[in-house]
């Protein structure tokens, strides 16, 4: 049983997908059938975290880099990790184009942190 806690159970017209099915007597048969919205939404998903973990480890991660026992230290990277795929994505998405490489928004954000023009008051 599926149970959807945000859309419908309608199936998805353009999410069609197909299984065989071997049956006790060896012979084999092709089912097909669409995908109910929520496990649609799930699998065309998926794979954003995975894309984002990607970005952040590629090609040179900062928790590797600095190699830090002190577990603050450690959620810091991640979290500096993460933000930075995240806002290399937005960029992306908002001019509609393909992400720069990682470590090309690496050393552009690296730079404007440097040379920019906050003095200590903000």
């Given at each position: ?28 048969r092709t089912i097909n059938f669409k995908y109910p919205k929520p496990i649609s939404r799930h699998n065309r998903a998926k794979h954003w975290v995975d894309d ?71």
């Amino acid at each position: 049983k599926i149970m959807s806690c945000h859309g419908v159970l309608t199936d998805v017209d353009d999410h069609a997908t197909c299984r065989e099915v071997v049956s006790e007597d060896g012979t084999r048969r092709t089912i097909n059938f669409k995908y109910p919205k929520p496990i649609s939404r799930h699998n065309r998903a998926k794979h954003w975290v995975d894309d984002t973990n990607n970005l952040r480890h590629d090609p040179i991660a900062l928790s590797a880099v600095w190699r830090t026992k002190w577990w603050p230290n450690r959620q810091f990277t991640f979290i500096l990790e993460v933000a930075e795929a995240n806002a290399a994505n937005a960029r992306a998405r908002g001019q509609k184009k393909i992400a720069n490489p990682q470590m090309q928004f690496h050393w552009k954000l690296a730079n404007l942190m440097l040379n920019n023009n906050f003095d200590s008051d903000g």
